[in-house]
């Protein structure tokens, strides 16, 4: 029986003192301790009072719920949604009603905001805010990194088990401690191993029995005992299980760097629906009927994961890792604005916009009330720094690059010597003299260490200037055009001039780009593509978002070369420098795409041009396809596959599709490319089965993670 009350004639005349609203804000208990954890979580970072409502059996309303003249908002979590609809229908005053997880066959319209988990396979919407972490462990102020001394204990291995999503046996167990005794002998510390409540008895057992040998300590779930909170203060790094998303948030948020050990999924007649559904193309239907309430959705940790692990957040296992690879750390530890950003959205709210929002020291938008000055076009100019990498005897090409980059309005310019000869270095040293030490640095490698490595330094030294603001990476044979720069600046500051917004030039003579501006063809990786080849390209089609402002074009990309990428310094600081294990070919593709992965947006501006001084190796006139070519050698077909393949692996939703894709792209693109292609082959076998054999193995490099590039040991 409800509770009898006067009628409130409208929300908006109601009396929402804190004298009346003791307890604005309900949180329905379903019993779980994780989902109630979030869900205070979330409540606390609002600041307003609140209180918990224990739910009847299977997550149904109580026989009665308590008074709720003073209540304004709704926490509900996975299952208890029903229940949140149910409450909110009994109240003469309308709540708003804030969902965690992914409301099960409940219209999406039928909610104020939805916060799916991160792993939720769940439709975008308008009153849809997804967060790239469960609120495990989360803060409004972030924590402070802890200092080496603080953490000493070692390796961590966080051990979930079997779940609803994931396979875990004795198998997956042994492969678990194989890993994290190399992880914890690279880095020279002990090895500890925490259990928890999932964890099958017989997996303890055989744990038991293996630390005796090994010397590791295992640390079997006892309730009421927090040794899973005193590691996170003190772990070195920690190794989570793929199966529990709470667990790897919590080691994130502990600033140690974080492993994730993948598990076997299982797969239900639901989830195999799902993916043939998916993979004819009908994805859009099928959140169509979720977000109408009529289908339930389900769980997408893969991509979860995939996206961590492109952003640089976490690393993943794998085989053929060095002891150089074991000791990964984080650049910098990514920000953590999840809670911040849910805070803001819910008190933007109506009812709580009123009469919260004022009070918050950060307003609505999210925004400190703080102001700050627009850069001038000058300013931005000045602040612009070059980077161009050499390597060979290519000094004809550095010297027009250089010249066009100042004529541009660079300031300064970083020239990465990337292991050229002695008398070439000599070369470059006089060629650069006339504009003095002012306005080049030259930073010498002493092996040429690629493409990757040679930007990667150039992007330390760059951002380490402090006059620097913004990264302008430049080929040693690409000539920007004079008023190139100027329309970058520009386009910047028309834009907002925000340091999340990165530009591109236009290479007028790089396909992709004329593709997109011609064609509308989208720069970015499709689900189970192979080299950008997808049979499902048809029922695939992406929009390009067009920005255009004062005779001024741009089309956004998810990632673009180094080849007139400007972009604020701070992104070195916050993903860190290129990855060096790419060497050559598609290490930008990796750079960019961790910038667009990690809250980053990127244009490429029509109105900045670049020329290319040399032709593409790929664009050499033959009947064979580049890969094919024996003047190419080996390294060039080698790392462009390989590097390919491995960034395009994380976007594999099905595996049939992606083997079909591969096969048509080998038979069709490289081949068959050309009919006097074919006939090649077939007077010249040997030699075709050789180049054949190194395709095939840069493929399954690529696919299985090896980056321990022999073949450059080899050459």
Not at 17 to 37: C, F, K, Y
């Amino acid at each position: 029986m409800r509770p009898v009350r006067e009628p409130e004639r409208e929300s908006g005349g109601c009396d929402l003192s804190r004298a009346v609203l003791s307890e604005p804000v309900w949180i329905l208990d379903t019993g779980r301790v994780g989902e109630q954890a979030q869900c205070r979580t979330l409540a606390q970072a609002l600041g307003l009072p609140f209180r918990t409502v224990p739910l009847g059996p299977a997550f149904s309303s109580p026989a009665q719920w308590p008074e709720t003249a003073g209540l304004r908002l709704i926490l509900s979590f996975g299952n208890a949604v029903q229940a949140a609809c149910a409450l909110r229908a009994s109240c003469v005053v309308r709540p708003l009603v804030v969902h965690i997880g992914r409301p099960s066959h409940i219209p999406a319209k039928d909610l104020d905001l939805i916060i799916p988990l991160p792993q939720d396979d769940y439709p975008s919407g308008p009153n849809v805010l997804r967060v790239l972490w469960p609120f495990n462990g989360a803060s409004l102020t972030p924590k402070p990194e802890s200092t080496e001394c603080q953490r000493h204990t070692g390796t961590i291995v966080m051990y979930g088990g079997p779940s609803r999503h994931f396979r875990m046996g004795l198998a997956e167990t042994r492969r678990l401690l194989i890993f994290a005794r190399k992880l914890a002998h690279a880095n020279q510390e002990a090895l500890h191993i925490l259990t928890s409540p999932r964890t099958p008895p017989e997996a303890v057992a055989w744990m038991q029995e293996q630390v005796k040998t090994y010397g590791t300590v295992l640390h079997v779930f006892q309730p009421g005992e927090d040794v899973f909170g005193s590691f996170l203060k003190t772990g070195n790094r920690f190794v989570v299980t793929a199966d529990s998303a709470s667990m790897l948030a919590e080691a994130w948020r502990s600033c140690a760097p974080v492993w994730l050990f993948p598990l076997p999924q299982r797969q239900t007649l639901m989830s195999r629906l799902q993916q043939g559904v998916d993979v004819l193309g009908l994805r859009p239907l099928r959140y169509w009927l979720i977000a109408r309430g009529i289908l339930g959705s389900g769980a997408n940790f893969t991509h979860w994961h995939r996206t961590l692990i492109r952003s640089g957040a976490i690393r993943c296992v794998a085989p053929y890792l060095s002891e150089q690879d074991l000791r990964w750390a984080p650049v910098r530890h990514q920000a953590d604005k999840d809670l911040m950003r849910c805070r803001t959205r819910i008190l933007a709210l109506p009812i709580l916009k009123k009469h919260y929002c004022n009070a918050s020291p950060i307003n609505c938008d999210g925004k400190s009330v703080t102001h700050s000055e627009t850069l001038t076009e000058q300013a931005i100019l000045n602040g612009t720094c070059a980077v161009v990498v050499t390597y060979g005897n290519r000094v004809a090409f550095v010297e027009q690059v250089l010249h066009a980059a100042f004529q541009a309005g660079v300031r300064h310019v970083v020239l990465v010597d990337n292991g050229t000869a002695p008398a070439v270095a000599e070369n470059l040293k006089t060629s650069v003299a006339i504009w003095g030490a002012e306005q080049v640095t030259t930073v010498r490698l002493e092996r040429n260490g690629g493409s990757a490595e040679g930007f990667a330094a150039g992007f330390a030294a760059a951002a380490q200037r402090a006059q620097t603001q913004h990264i302008w990476a430049l080929d040693d044979d690409t000539v920007p055009h004079p008023d190139a720069l100027k329309a970058l600046a520009r386009t910047w500051r028309l834009m907002g001039g925000k340091p999340s917004c990165c530009l591109a030039s236009f290479r007028q003579d790089k396909r992709t780009y004329i593709k997109l501006v011609e064609n509308n063809k989208p720069n970015a990786i499709q689900p189970n593509s192979f080299f950008g080849f997808s049979v499902q390209a048809p029922f695939q089609k992406k929009t390009v978002a067009l920005w255009k402002k004062d005779g001024l074009e741009c089309r956004a990309m998810e990632m673009g070369a180094y080849g007139g990428l400007w972009f604020h310094k701070d992104w070195v600081q916050r993903i860190g420098l290129p990855d060096v294990r790419f060497f050559l070919y598609f290490d930008d593709y990796d750079y960019t795409l961790r910038i667009t992965r990690n809250g980053g947006a990127l244009w490429m501006c029509s109105n900045s041009a670049l020329r290319d001084l040399e032709q593409s190796w790929t664009q050499t006139p033959s009947c064979l396809h580049p890969w094919l070519q024996e003047q190419q050698g080996i390294i060039r077909p080698y790392f462009a596959l390989r590097n390919r393949v491995f960034i395009e692996k994380n976007s594999i939703d099905c595996r049939l599709i992606y083997n079909l894709n591969m096969v048509l792209f080998l038979f069709i693109k490289v081949l068959c490319r050309t009919p006097r292609g074919v006939l090649y082959h077939l007077q010249h076998p040997v030699k075709m089965v050789r180049r054949w054999r190194l395709l095939v193995g840069a493929i399954r490099d690529g696919l299985s993670g090896n980056f321990e590039n022999r073949i450059l040991k080899d050459q």
